[in-house]
């Protein structure tokens, strides 16, 4: 399916690019990314997720048309990789299964939607694999044959990349590090429905339910709020804060302890929240690394916001990826 002629604008034989989409459940980013990884062309809208996926798929379509006049005639254009909510097949580029952020998003083929709707070859990966591809391909884990991104935002997801390939698992659900083990997370509920994960201590917003349990002020109405008080000085914000960097470390120090990476990149929105986050991170990676691995202490991911878009574009143009899906 993946096969499909490129889409070459005539008598354009210059440089390679390709589109890249991270398709979230409030916001939907595109970019023209080339094949040196460099975002020549940005646009954005809000995914219109109650109306459903053909609505979310139709902005898709419209952002790419957006796109379009950015791409001058050298440019050759040879596809449209997308990180998307949700477990996908990257093989058929299918959402298998989904929470109902997007109204029908679960059973969406996006190839075969986005070719009829862009004339373009798909490819697709879960947002945060797309994240992770990202940073091996031309970020912080550049170069780096073995790679692990743990990202630590409204949610925590992680990537392990071989050789630049996102390792997505026997059913596609590879990569789920927020529903790792934590042990300062027992008892408490997390997304899955399941107690005593990491993402039920350590994501931004558990981070801020910690702190209300703690006793804290329940005017702190989120997460920056409580790291504000917490650089402030107050004491329950700082704890809530270290428990989540300290969870984040351990999980780190016992994902290296599996998976052995030359490098482990972190990513999301609390790799912003300062040192009184990293030095908890980095507690608890030392505490938990046996001792060959205590070298490896997290690096923060360096692509921001551009990540994903990145990444998905090098569904197309990452040596290493086209490898795999060749
Ligand atoms: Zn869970």
Known sequence: MNNATAWVRPGSPGRTAAFGIDLGGTKIAAGLVDSGGTVLATTSAPTPATAGAKAVLDVVAALIAALTPSADAELNIIGLGMGAAGV????????????????????????????????LPVRAVNDVHAHGLGEAWCGAAAGKDNALLLAVGTGIGGSHLLHGVPQTGAHHVGGHMGHFASPLATGVRCSCGRTGHLEAIAAGPAIHRNYLALGGDSAVADTR??????????????????????????????????????????????????????????????????????????????????????????????????????
């Open 88 to 119: 996908i097949d990257a093989a058929s580029a299918k959402v298998l299964s989904a929470t109902d952020t997007i109204l029908g998003w679960a059973g969406t083929d996006l190839a075969a939607e986005l070719y009829t709707r862009t004339n």
């Open 225 to 326: 709020d409580m790291t504000a008080r917490a650089y402030a000085g107050e004491d329950l914000a700082i704890q809530a804060l270290h428990t989540g960097g300290l969870a984040a470390g351990i999980a780190a120090g016992s994902l290296a302890n599996i998976l052995d990476p030359e490098l482990i990149v972190l990513s999301g929105g609390m790799i912003g929240a300062g040192d009184l986050w990293w030095d908890a991170v980095r507690e608890g990676f030392s505490s938990e690394a046996i001792d060959p691995l205590q070298h490896l202490i997290p690096v923060p991911a360096t692509l921001g916001n551009d990540a994903a878009i990145i990444g998905a574009a090098g569904l197309f143009l990452a040596d290493n990826t086209n490898k795999d899906h060749a």
